[in-house]
DNA sequence: GGTGAAAGGTCATTAAG
DNA sequence: CTTAATGACCTTTCACC
């Protein structure tokens, strides 16, 4: 149920270099083309790799504002409803349901401070969502990383 | 300042499918192969693609537990020294400093709840880091997503 | 291991802003 | 006039059988 030291080898040198082939990543690890094909598709397979998609930067297209906002909602309706209303705004990244005083999480991401509000006033007029109270964030000096969790499980 | 049309739908191309190459892509948009080279060198060029790293998993490597840690720090410290330790966290996937009550906001996994407990004792431990609160992503009914926002853009 | 197929580079021409 | 797109050619490199 965890990799070992070469698929996190393998799983970095990729994220370093995305743009070599498999039999450049054999040379580096100084294995078999053959191994490292049979290690990527078992880590696909097992649902490591996700998928090897272009990661865009949403403030390289104006969306300079990223925002965390917790939504209380009314109980009785279920958030199943609730997820799909929020799903059909853009601007939210990702919804999250959590423990807490809140009922869940969404990053949400605007042109402003002045457009936050407006998106803001999207989640808030989506049906069943009571309250939303939201926290900007100023800077983020660690991005969203994986390696280090994958070096850690890999040893 | 933006992205148009042929940049929207090249990278929800690339997204559905990230294994086809530049000519593939040239053939399912009708444009040149050195049009989508030029239009790909440009969004990296501008900041826009990020990368094309594989994308992990947390919960597939044993990390199923998903939370996100509200820390208050000592003002008279200064946030950069606290940054460089939660950094040397693996479990800590990304940290913002936010508006609001708390000070930084960080994304953390664990393989379990009494897990998530050594994380965030680690996380205390933190010179500078004065309180934690703490809340558990239950579900994630929209995981991570930038497609429909680079479809808003691209309009 | 061999082979067909792309990637990546450059170029001249053409079109459009 | 500047910027972008196109089609062509070439060489290296890789993926697949």
Chains 1, 2 share one sequence.
Do not use: K
Not at 74 to 92: F, I, K, Y
Not at 106 to 118: G, H, I, K, P
């Amino acid at each position: 149920m965890t990799i070992d030291q070469l698929d996190a080898r393998l799983i970095s040198l990729l994220a370093q270099e995305p743009r070599i082939g498999v039999l450049e990543c054999s040379r580096r690890l100084n294995v078999a083309r053959g191994t490292v094909q049979a290690r990527l598709d078992r880590l696909a397979a097992r649902g490591v790799i996700v998928g090897y998609g272009p990661q865009i930067d949403p403030a390289a297209l104006g969306y300079d504002v990223t925002a965390f906002v917790t939504l209380q909602i009314r109980q009785v309706s279920g958030h199943v409803p609730v997820v799909d209303r929020l799903a059909l705004v853009p601007e939210v990244l990702e919804v999250h349901t959590i423990t807490g005083g809140g009922d869940m999480l969404c990053r949400v991401v605007a042109r402003s401070n002045a457009d936050l509000q407006r998106v803001i006033d999207l989640i808030v007029d989506v049906e069943g969502v009571v309250r939303t109270s939201s926290v900007i964030a100023l800077d983020t000096p660690v991005p969203y990383r994986t390696l280090p969790l994958v070096a850690a499980a890999g040893t």
